[in-house]
């Protein structure tokens, strides 16, 4: 079992990771009045009975709301009823909600526990591979119906408990997703793993030390970059490498159309090319990132299906837009992120340089 510390002005907290780590769940409840669980459905059906095994005797008779499965629960509407939930079920200020499923879940859940009585405690058990980000670093938040985690708010959780066993029933789908914010936390932060990793990395062989490793990896550069910097005022900006462009073919694709982590991993290879055009980086990253995706089933040629305008809109609405002005965060280097004030003439020049490279007619 692994355990990575994260350190915030608000919390400090472990993140444990590894086979049975649910195991340690019964620990974290003892001084709580009531335990309530916020479930996804489809995780519910798969893992539910680990999770009561695991509450043991402080979590017998725990609350639980089953949840619709992935994005679909991250609504006004579904936010409304876990504080209704909460309240039915006697909840207080000592009580402890736990989210058991992948970041959709653990965005409502968390954005419940930040809210319900202006904030009660809230453990995090991910059961994704992309959860090794969203469960670590305290944002949470639902969707509204003009925009994407427009309504939210930071609450760290008091512990994360990564159980891995409950990832081997993950369809291949999103097991892309999540290996794409895994191999964004490696490219932000270090100079010389990048390339060997994404000519060897195969994600359908993927051994399950592997994964843990990777895992773990990407837990440690989050947890560094958030204990520096909670609030996104500086570092933490570093981890929307490949979103900004990501959340325009996200939103493009009405969410669901393609996964977060396919999205990324295209918004990540246009932030090299935009890094090229600008930042004075070389082609070989670019080319490597672009091989392994492709290699690895990552949809790149789907950007045909959207036009650069329709892109360029969501990408002004983003809410990491200030003043007009669009922000990427590029890499120079591997390793080595910076933010960058791009001009709409640049985002299309490298749009169009993308859709060449994916080898789809550029408009
Ligand atoms: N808060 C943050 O810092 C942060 C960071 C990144 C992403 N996010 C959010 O995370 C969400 C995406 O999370 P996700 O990729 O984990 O997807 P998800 O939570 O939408 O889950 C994807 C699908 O996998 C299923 N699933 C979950 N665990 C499973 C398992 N063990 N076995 C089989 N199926 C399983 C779910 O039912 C769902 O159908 C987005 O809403 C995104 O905005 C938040
Ligand atoms: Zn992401």
Request: proline share 3%; hydrophobic share 40%.
């Amino acid at each position: 079992m692994e355990t990575v510390r994260v350190d915030t002005q608000d919390r400090s907290y472990d993140v444990v990771v590894g086979p049975g780590a649910l195991q340690r769940l019964h620990s974290h409840l003892s001084g709580a009045d009531r335990v309530a669980v916020i479930a996804d459905e489809k995780v519910a059906a798969l893992h539910g009975d680990r999770l009561r095994e695991a509450l043991g005797e402080n979590g017998r008779g725990a609350a639980w709301l089953d949840v619709p499965a992935g994005e679909s629960c991250k609504t006004l509407d579904w936010f409304g009823r876990t504080q209704q939930f909460l309240l039915e079920e006697g909840c207080t200020r000592q009580s402890v909600l736990i989210a058991f499923g992948g970041g959709a879940c653990g965005d409502l859940a968390g954005y419940a526990a930040a809210s319900y009585m202006r904030g009660i405690r809230f453990i995090q058990c991910p059961t994704t591979i992309l959860a090794h980000d969203s469960s670590v670093g305290g944002k949470t938040a639902i969707n509204l119906p003009g925009g994407k985690n427009m309504t939210g708010a930071f609450h760290q959780p008091v512990a994360v408990l990564y159980d891995t066993d409950l990832l081997r029933t993950l369809p291949q789908g999103e097991v892309r997703s999540g290996m794409a914010e895994a191999v964004k936390h490696v490219l932000i932060s270090s100079k010389d793993d990048a390339p060997e990793m994404l000519h060897t990395l195969e994600l359908a062989g993927l051994s399950e030390e592997e994964l843990i490793r990777l895992i773990v990896r990407g837990i440690r550069v989050k947890a560094d970059i958030v204990s520096r910097d909670e609030r996104e005022g500086s570092v933490r900006k570093y981890l929307n490498f490949g979103h900004t462009y990501g959340h325009a073919v996200e939103a493009a694709s009405g969410y669901g159309g393609i996964t977060h982590g396919e999205a990324v991993m295209i918004g990540m290879i246009y932030a090299l090319i935009l890094s090229e055009q600008k930042a004075g980086a070389g082609r070989e990253l670019t080319d490597a990132l672009q091989t392994f995706a492709a290699r690895n089933g990552y949809p790149l040629r789907q950007i045909a299906d959207y036009r650069f305008e329709e892109l360029l809109g969501y990408m002004k609405k983003d809410k990491k837009a200030s003043f007009g002005d669009l922000h990427f965060v590029l890499l120079p280097e591997a390793g080595a992120p910076e933010v960058w004030r791009v001009t709409e003439e640049d985002c299309k020049a490298a749009d169009r340089e993308f859709r060449i490279r994916a080898g789809v007619k550029a408009e």
